[in-house]
């Protein structure tokens, strides 16, 4: 299949293209940048040189990806418009995947809690834990010490032979929120202490993009013949919060 992913749930912008050849091995092409709020400008201009790159025509497109949330309020929605903007007028299904779970897939080696973060502003942030590739936990918007209260109870116990294991805070929001933590007292959140050192920064991890939202597509198979994906041109981003203008409607 020859597959286009969108990411704009951040500042760092990416697209990927996934083409599959009648014969011989397919190619990844992938654009990625800081781009700030500059998404729709560069969306369509950057689906018009990968494919132009692969030698293919928008024609020749079978689905389109764009993450699901949680993220930035009109990033999500400028993807989710510009996706389903081409599987409408190309006639190809279209499909969200979570974007903390596409952040985390890179850091399925991590030996201990993997912990995805978007800073979500007013002094929270949007995150999840995993364990080896797999979530262990639902998506949170929290304050810093609900989330130093999450771990705490998620890391795994270790005898004093044993070093403990280690949470690793990584993504756009990952320092932001390291530096939350390290001010957090056992007064604020009983337990901290014994915590703050099971943390690791991970500034400078890669953490998922486009091209990994490709990955995810191609090995859950969410466009294989026979799923039904029709219902997902009706749904919308997964903001986790209510928007500023929600809150003060209630």
Sequence with gaps: MNLIAIDTATERFSVALATAPATGRGDTWLFEADAGMRHSELVMDC??????????????????????????????????????????????????????????????????IAVPVLDAKKRAFFCAPYRRGKRIGPDMDARPVEIAHMLAKSLFPRTEEEAPEQALLFGPGAEALHRELMLLSEEDCPGIDGVKPAFEHGKGVHWGNAGTLLEIALETGVFDKGNDTDGNLLAGPEYIRKSDAELNLG
């Excluded at 510009?82 to 979570?98: D, Q």
Aim: net charge positive.
């Design 47 to 112: 689906v018009d040189m990968l494919t132009r790159k692969a030698a293919i025509g928008p024609r020749d497109l079978n689905g389109v990806l764009c993450m699901g949330g949680p993220g930035s309020f009109t990033g999500l929605r400028i993807g989710f418009s510009l996706a389903k903007g081409l599987a409408l007028s190309l006639g190809i299904p279209f499909a969200p995947v979570p974007t903390l779970d596409c952040l985390a897939r890179p850091l399925s080696f991590w030996p201990g």
